[in-house]
């Protein structure tokens, strides 16, 4: 088992900067893949950005040259730092897990993120 807890949402201006973290607890060393998922009102869930096991990121179109997805040494904690926030980028940011072997995906309670002036 997995838990994940987001923190770091919040109200910024267009063109602003926030930093999300996630802080993992369990299994930690199971983990495969580690990212950040969103959703906007009246919208599906889309990926933002992942990381595997070796280290290979992988980030949406949208939010290329302005999103950083970075995970520490011990692998316990993900962080999301965006820059360049558009309005577009409004959404309910959750961290998301799959562990080796079983495949089990795992979910944050999600971090709500608005980008209003």
């Known amino acids: 088992q997995v838990q994940l807890v987001e923190s770091g949402g919040g109200l910024v201006q267009p063109g602003g900067s926030l930093r999300l973290s996630c802080a993992a607890s369990?299994?930690?060393?199971?983990?495969?893949?580690m990212g950040w998922y969103r959703q906007a009102p009246g919208k599906q869930r889309e990926l933002v950005a992942d990381?595997?096991?070796?280290?290979?990121?992988n980030y949406a179109d949208s939010v290329k040259g302005r999103i950083t997805n970075s995970r520490s040494n011990a692998r316990n904690s993900l962080y999301l730092q965006m820059n360049s926030l558009k309005p577009e980028d409004t959404a309910v940011y959750y961290c998301?897990?799959?562990?080796?072997?079983?495949?089990?995906?795992?979910w944050g309670r999600g971090t709500l993120v608005t980008v209003s002036s």
């Open positions: 990381i595997i096991s070796g280290g290979a990121t």
């Open positions: 998301h897990s799959i562990t080796n072997g079983d495949n089990m995906n795992y």
């Open positions: 369990g299994s930690i060393f199971s983990i495969y893949s």
